[in-house]
């Protein structure tokens, strides 16, 4: 199935059924495409998607997942850890991973059994330990690896014909043997390391910041008196780590959920853009309007009007 990628809303709706957040941190709306493919008990994603998102939670409970990033326009972060074009990183199964995707992004992902992949580590001699694929990792893609990958973006993403119905099936597996490989002779060794940088640190503590405090008017001295650093400390850490201001940052998570509350909204005809935007602790409903707009491409008021609409259908 494939779905065309013009909001957040639509981002949310490719990945329904997988326990994610996804929250939109750029100021222009997000588009692209997604398309989602199954052979046999492998579960298969490929897309390319513009904008700036932040991706929370576990790919999956029961699966190892494998993300291959073939291009990006802008840094992919795994927290902690940025993950450079033509990488191979590795999530396991039920573990909570915290990435942000920035720019022109095309990427892969391939989620299998843990027992599938050691047999087919076995069939193919390979000396893979179950360490090996438990463990979050973030490695240089092989030209082997690359070779089946953009593949299989292709065909995953229906820009090759199907006629043939074992295509699919023999390029999942063909693939797999090469990500199993890749890791096989990078070693574990490149597990994304635990210890952060003083500025991913300090992200992380104005993160949490935000997030516990979205519905009021924040500043950038808020985060610097959170994290105890200077106001250039926090320009400079968001800078580094997530490729933007913190007073863009702190904007975009707001925006994200004022919109949030008013898709929502839909049980109570009498709320107003005012009062939603008085609670969310936006004091100047111009430039409010004016950013939002930017963002998701219609003015509050209008998608108030829709959701209100809606709700009056369902009644």
Known sequence: MKYSINSLEDVRQAVNGVQLSVRQLSSAPVSGWVSQAQSENVLCSAGRTTGQLE???ALSETHVTFGIVLCDGGPTRQFGQTSAARSLILFPPAEDSHSVYTGDLKYVSLAAPKAKLLSLADKQELRLRQADIVTPQSIPASD???????RLHSLIGGLEDRADGNALDDLVEETLC??????????A????????HHYEVVVRQCWEYVDSNKTKALTVKNLADTCG???ITVHRAFLTVLGTPPSEFIRAIKLSGFREELLASYCSQKITVTELAGDWGFDHLGRLSTYYQRAFG???????RKTKKQATKRV
Request: no cysteine.
């Open 55 to 57: 991706v929370a939670g």
């Open 144 to 150: 082997a690896l690359l070779s089946s990958v953009l």
């Open 178 to 187: 090469a990500a199993l490989d890749n890791l096989t002779v990078t070693g």
């Open 189 to 196: 060794d490149n597990a994304i390391e635990s210890r952060q």
């Open 229 to 231: 650093v200077t106001r």
């Open 298 to 304: 219609e003015l509050p008021s209008e998608t108030l």
